[in-house]
């Protein structure tokens, strides 16, 4: 059985992708991974603030005391001639990439153009296969209108295409008001692939001390239903790869996400619930419905539920939702 998928261009073994979380943070986890049959990891997100406050807190020591003596300034190099950045992000992907044969993607995490684009040629020199753009970004500012929002992702995709050679990824959230368009402008800004959906991880507040706290909650079942509604409906309209992620539990998951239109499927929570492991078992599950459903490979399903060959998926989608109201018992 020919599990075998293309994602941004790489050839992969199996539609299974680790995604970006602590699991692909350390070279060891990421041989499990391996191992365990995942056909690809991307690393751990580089945050746009880690490149800041690193670059910030050198030029601060860099320039401490030169107010005293004018002649000491010229024993130190200028801040943008001196080497700054998580050299440690950069030392996983080359440990990475040494360490296992499958592809290796880096992560990069931002919400503007600062310098942090230069990283992602620091990422490809490193010898990462490609690059996921995650960019997270709340808008809570009134007066900053959606368009400035959208065109602050597009011109970070073209950027950054702009720096490197290797394959680029846009990890998006589903909060845009026109999805649909703004799948086709990163498509023509160049963009390999696009990642459905970016997670928001919602604060609580803490009564006792009256302080906002994190609250990260691995994902549920239900949150499937996002990305497979969405992938259904880009499939075969845009040139990027699609990859679905949030929700996939199991093997069955991944499978859905395949017909609606996926070309891989990222997984992270499922993972770290039940250990890397687990990707055999989905594997597994997905090869056994494979054969009983008569299909020889990945490429034989892929779309078979998408929206494609609907003439009018606005009324498909219309329909489908009088249809869930009136047989609601």
């Known amino acids: ?52 406050h690193e670059a910030a807190e050198l030029e601060h020591y ?51 153009v600062g310098g942090w684009i230069h990283h992602a040629r620091r990422a490809q020199l490193a010898g990462a296969d490609g690059l996921e753009l995650n960019v997270y970004h709340v808008a809570t500012d009134p007066d900053t209108p959606g368009a400035e929002i959208e065109e602050r992702c597009i011109e970070i995709a073209r950027l950054v295409k702009a720096e490197v050679n290797i394959p680029i990824a846009v990890k998006l959230s589903p909060y845009f008001s026109s999805l649909a368009e703004m799948a086709r402008r990163l498509d023509n800004a160049g963009v390999d692939a696009l990642v459905l959906f970016n997670r928001f991880y919602q604060p609580d507040i803490d009564l006792e001390t009256l302080e906002v706290v994190p609250n990260l909650v691995l994902s549920y079942p239900h949150e499937l239903r996002l990305p497979l509604r969405w992938i259904a409906a880009l499939h075969g309209r845009i040139r990027p790869s699609l990859a679905g992620t949030s929700g996939v539990q199991n093997g069955r998951d991944v499978l859905k996400l395949l017909l609606a239109g996926a070309d891989a499927v990222q997984v992270a929570g499922v993972l770290i619930r039940h250990g890397a492991e687990h990707a055999a078992t989905m594997l597994s599950e997905m090869q056994v419905w494979m054969a009983e459903k008569e299909y020889a490979s990945v490429g034989e399903l892929r779309g078979a539920v998408s929206q494609k060959s609907c003439a009018n998926p606005a009324a498909f989608e219309r329909a489908n939702y009088m249809r869930a109201l009136a047989t609601y018992a």
């Open 1 to 52: 059985m020919d599990l075998s998928t293309t994602y941004m261009g790489l050839r992969l073994r199996n539609p299974l992708i680790a995604a970006a979380s602590p699991l692909t943070s350390n070279v060891d986890s990421i041989r499990r991974l391996e191992d365990a049959g995942v056909a690809a990891v991307v690393l751990h997100s580089l945050f746009e603030e880690q490149i800041e």
């Open 62 to 112: 860099m320039a401490l005391g030169t107010e005293s003596y004018a002649e000491s300034t010229s024993y130190f190099p200028e801040p943008f001639e001196f080497r700054t950045g998580p050299d440690d992000y950069i030392e996983l992907i080359d440990a990475a990439k040494r360490a296992v044969r499958i592809p290796v993607i880096a992560s990069l995490n931002g919400t503007s």
